[in-house]
């Protein structure tokens, strides 16, 4: 017996089968899954009655075992809904939650938790599973029919509740959007109850997925469940190129991976001196062109407007030169070549194309000319030997 057949008679799938036995679906892993990094400590004698179940993709929600169930992480449930029931599976129990609770600010005192109704039963499973099959199709043919009604909105996702009763459309919308009259042929057409729920364009990637600029697969698809602001200031810090091509996402806003590494920057550039400070010098004026942050390094140009012939000086030299400046005092020149050193270690190398394509063909070896010892020696050869 297979996992999916376990799943349908009831029979919770063994941790072992190569499909994951957490997720919605057999063949498919879930961004929500949660590390239950209190497994590997001994039980407390406290019972805890809360646990947190996820559904389709992005959503979480907490709920109560009134009914003292034996729920283990994986289990599929059936939960309270309104109306009717839903389907999801148990991503956290025992202690833990409680860290989710805080985490979330929720009072496990004072919050009205939804109960947990049973275990789910194979005809529970079936309906869930044909709820879920009905998602693409409604989908489609609710973005033919907001077309038709010429609204300004694009439906980015459907998800079925697990008794096939309500259905959740998740959709983005650049304004306010009057979509009454098309609730009203959604229940008609469907037989269902509609709940329209707006999201954003990060939230819309992370739904749909992709793979990003750096071949690897979208983090919003993966791990990120908390958007946090992005703001051209991080690319700033960064010394990244301006360039809106490149700094935006597969979402069209900017990368969340542009906030990764900000903080390391801002806190490698506390001492640097300000950018807008020209150099006085005898020979002329330097103007600040580009920074090598954790080099620690600013490169300076005499030719603001060609932006040609750049010197790097050390931020030690830089805050020298600004204090002797401040007293009136020019110096000679940036950077004394004869004692300063500038470490190159940590010099930034393209090695990206580098390399020829047919570098691991096999080449044919060269084959050496074997001399033919019937071949007639040189006159000159034929007179020595005489």
Not at 12 to 37: A, V
Not at 88 to 114: A, D, Y
Not at 275 to 285: F, R
Not at 359 to 368: E, I, L, S
Request: hydrophobic residues 30%; charged residues 35%.
């Amino acid at each position: 017996m297979d996992s999916t057949e376990k799943e349908k008679s009831g029979v919770q799938p063994e941790s072992n089968i190569s499909s994951c036995s957490n997720c919605l679906k057999p063949e498919s892993c879930s961004k929500l899954e949660t590390f239950d990094w209190l497994s590997d400590i001994p039980k407390s004698t406290q019972k805890y009655d809360i646990i947190e179940v996820r559904f389709k993709n992005t959503r979480k929600e907490f709920f109560i075992n009134a009914n003292s169930l034996r729920i283990n992480k994986g289990d599929i449930v059936a939960v309270e809904a309104s109306p009717g029931h839903d389907i999801g599976v148990v991503s956290l129990t025992g202690e833990l939650v409680h860290f989710q609770l805080r985490k979330q600010g929720i009072n496990p005192t004072e919050f009205e938790f939804k109960k947990v109704y049973r275990k789910a039963k194979p005809a529970d499973l079936d309906k869930w599973h044909e709820a879920t099959s009905l998602e693409d199709s409604t989908m489609l043919e609710t973005r033919k029919i907001a077309s038709e009604l010429k609204l300004e909105m694009k439906i980015g996702d459907v998800e079925y509740q697990g008794d096939k009763t309500k259905a959740i459309f998740y959709y983005i919308a650049d304004e306010r959007v009057d979509f009454r009259e098309l609730i009203k042929i959604l229940a008609e057409k469907f037989k269902i109850r509609i709940e329209m729920r707006q999201i954003g364009a990060r939230q819309e990637a992370g739904r749909i997925g992709g793979v990003g600029s750096c071949g690897r697969e979208l983090c919003c698809s993966t791990w990120i469940t908390n958007f946090v602001s992005v703001t051209t200031n991080a690319a700033r810090y960064q010394e990244i190129s301006l360039n809106p091509q490149k700094l935006a996402g597969q979402c069209g806003k900017l990368k969340c991976c542009l906030n990764y590494e900000v903080d390391s920057y801002i806190d490698a550039q506390k001492d640097f001196p300000s950018k807008d400070i020209v150099l006085e010098t005898k020979t002329g004026q330097a103007h600040h062109t580009k920074t090598d942050i954790f080099r620690r390094i600013m490169w300076y140009t005499f030719d603001p407007i060609n932006m040609v012939n750049f010197t790097p000086v050390p931020v030690e030299r830089v805050k020298e030169i600004v204090e002797l400046n401040k007293k009136g005092k020019k110096v000679d020149v940036l950077i004394d070549t004869s004692n300063t050193r500038i470490d190159s270690t940590l010099d930034y190398k393209n090695e990206v194309g580098q390399d020829s394509l047919t570098r691991f063909d096999d080449q044919k070896p060269k084959r050496k000319k074997k001399r033919n010892p019937k071949r007639k020696k040189p006159r000159n050869d034929r007179r020595k030997d005489s």
